[in-house]
T-cell receptor, first 113, second 114 residues
Framework: QQQVKQSPQSLIVQKGGISIINCAYE??????FPWYQQFPGKGPALLIA?????SEKKEGRFTISFNKSAKQFSLHIMDSQPGDSATYFC????????????FGEGTQLTVNP | DGGITQSPKYLFRKEGQNVTLSCEQN?????MYWYRQDPGQGLRLIYY???????QKGDIAEGYSVSREKKESFPLTVTSAQKNPTAFYLC?????????????FGDGTRLSIL
């Protein structure tokens, strides 16, 4: 009930391509869905987040698509760049979780030049 | 410049030894968290605290202990009871006032066994 499933585990994309990472959740009480970006040897940094009252949120080249009925959300990185190479984590939380976040397993993205 | 400071960056533990990882934040956040990250895996919650002098176990608390005597500090002790302590440890903080607040992370401490 508390899990967040993330796929794929790893992803290789050519420069300029679109990177897509998917997450699915079970707990219908979740109402906040952030994405984090982590570079090697660093802590995760908040990238973009969405609440279920909207189906899409865009910030620059990064877009979250949210499907409430399917309990799925995804991160799209447009015009992917080598500097985007990192590990990406989706997460979720809600009223019943307090301030706890439930994280997906992570996706290691490599963008080839 | 506000943020979370974790120290040391690298730490080595001998068999049977307790070690303490430091986490300090100057973001005036109420809630603080400790996560463990193993290679190729996600973040697993060890302990969290939503207010001074109070903390709760996360999903993998066995072999770890914490204290929260000050709002800005949340040290984690890895005890000798933790048989597989080699991992990357991350501290985070967030505003507690309502759910759905982002967590801000430090840059981690990498713990290894000697």
């Amino acid at each position: 009930q508390q899990q967040v499933k993330q796929s794929p585990q790893s992803l290789i994309v050519q420069k300029g391509g679109i990177s897509i990472i998917n997450c699915a959740y079970e707990n219908t009480a979740f109402d906040y869905f952030p994405w984090y970006q982590q570079f090697p040897g660093k802590g995760p940094a908040l990238l973009i987040a969405i609440r279920p009252d909207v189906s899409e949120k865009k910030e620059g080249r990064f877009t979250i698509s949210f499907n409430k009925s399917a309990k799925q959300f995804s991160l799209h990185i447009m015009d992917s760049q080598p500097g985007d190479s990192a590990t990406y984590f989706c997460a979720a939380t809600g009223e019943t979780s307090g301030s706890r976040l439930t994280f997906g397993e992570g996706t290691q993205l490599t963008v080839n030049p | 410049d506000g943020g979370i400071t974790q120290s040391p960056k690298y730490l080595f533990r001998k068999e049977g030894q307790n070690v303490t990882l430091s986490c300090e934040q100057n973001l005036n956040h109420d809630a603080m968290y400790w996560y463990r990250q193993d290679p190729g895996q996600g973040l697993r919650l060890i302990y969290y605290s939503q207010i001074v002098n109070d903390f709760q176990k996360g999903d993998i608390a066995e072999g770890y202990s914490v204290s929260r005597e000050k709002k800005e500090s949340f040290p984690l002790t890895v005890t000798s009871a933790q048989k597989n302590p080699t991992a990357f440890y991350l501290c985070a903080s967030s505003i507690r006032t309502r759910p759905g607040q982002p967590q801000h992370f430090g840059d981690g401490t990498r713990l290894s066994i000697l």
